[in-house]
């Protein structure tokens, strides 16, 4: 399960709880950049997981489904429609800036398979054991016993 206990006694417990909420929940914001390919959008602090990045051939104004390829390093291109929400609300803010959207149906389903190939790459970089040191762990155990 993908979601973390939470501490209601904790304050820094509560923030996590409401980035979580916001993470898994209806609305992930996305910011967009552009490059000679088209326009990419990456998702920011609030549902950011490493390893995923989101792609669409067009700008995509505010109230028009976005038609979203979803890319992790090592797997096959996931394809999903994902619609807008709302913009974000900032100075300056352009139309193509930020956005908050809904991922439905099938693309909901492939955002989820997505998260998940993502946090078990990450969890597995962060807990790779070379040989010499699943050796060394061993031989420490045995010096113990």
């Given at each position: 399960m993908l979601w973390r206990k939470r501490d209601t006694e904790n304050k820094s417990a509560k923030a996590t709880d409401r980035r979580t909420a916001k993470r898994y929940g209806a609305e992930w914001r996305v910011s967009f950049s552009k490059d000679e390919e088209g326009w990419h959008m990456g998702t920011v602090t609030d549902a950011g997981i490493a390893g995923i990045s989101f792609f669409s051939a067009e700008p995509c104004?505010?109230?028009?489904?976005?038609?979203?390829?979803?890319?992790?390093?090592?797997?096959?291109?996931?394809?999903?429609?994902?619609?807008?929400?709302?913009?974000?609300?900032?100075?300056?803010?352009?139309?193509?800036?930020?956005?908050?959207?809904?991922?439905?149906?099938?693309?909901?389903?492939?955002?989820?398979?997505?998260?998940?190939?993502?946090?078990?790459?990450?969890?597995?970089?962060?807990n790779y054991v070379s040989p010499d040191q699943q050796r060394i762990r061993v031989m420490r155990v045995l010096k113990r016993n």
């Open positions: 104004p505010l109230h028009t489904p976005l038609s979203l390829t979803i890319s992790i390093p090592g797997y096959a291109p996931i394809h999903c429609v994902a619609e807008p929400v709302r913009e974000q609300k900032e100075k300056g803010g352009s139309l193509y800036g930020a956005k908050f959207v809904k991922f439905t149906g099938e693309g909901e389903e492939a955002l989820r398979r997505a998260l998940l190939v993502s946090l078990q790459q990450n969890w597995a970089r962060e």
